[in-house]
């Protein structure tokens, strides 16, 4: 499975690129998972379902089934932070790709979702895990990069980029330990 991550400031794009990814990479015969990190508290299940009733109850995992989709929900007893390499070990064994949103300070190798109009500053000159920029401005990067510079706007070519460089994202898990 290659792994690659996509860190930006909050309204930078990375979600609308992720969201583009998906369908460019599975035109290309690939299957694609996503993992995205939640800075508040989120909930997938709704009062009233049984699968709430059973965590209101105490289950410490629920999960519900259908001949078309999964969903494991886990209550942490005591607050819990995950690492990305922990929700990676949760994923299917038969994924091509995960795209992973957020997560800026992991150790994942990531492409930096920079636009110059958010006046956010650039995360790539500080971390060298960032090995691409995804931007609409590429004439106004705040510092020189030897990088590859993708056009924000052209996820297909950002695909492209991807697979092109697939054997880069190769994720081993023994390099994380």
Known sequence: MKV????????????????ALIPALKLRGLRVSVIKHAHHKFDIDHPG????????????????ASNKRLALIREFEQPSELTVHHLIA??????????VEGFKHSNLLKVEIWR?????????????FIVAIATD???????????????????????????????????????YG
């Open 4 to 19: 690659v991550g996509f860190a930006g400031y909050s309204g930078s794009g990375k979600t609308t690129l992720v969201e």
């Open 49 to 64: 379902k049984d699968t709430y009733r059973h965590r209101e109850a105490g289950a410490f995992e629920v999960v519900v």
């Open 90 to 99: 949760e994923l299917y064994d038969g994924v091509d790709w995960v795209l």
């Open 116 to 128: 110059a109009g958010a006046a956010n500053p650039a995360r790539y000159p500080d971390d060298d």
């Open 137 to 175: 401005s590429p004439d106004q990067l705040p510092q020189a990069t030897l990088r590859p510079v993708l056009d924000l706007n052209d996820p297909d070519s950002v695909a492209q980029w991807l697979v092109d460089n697939g054997d880069r994202f190769e994720y081993d898990p023994e390099n």
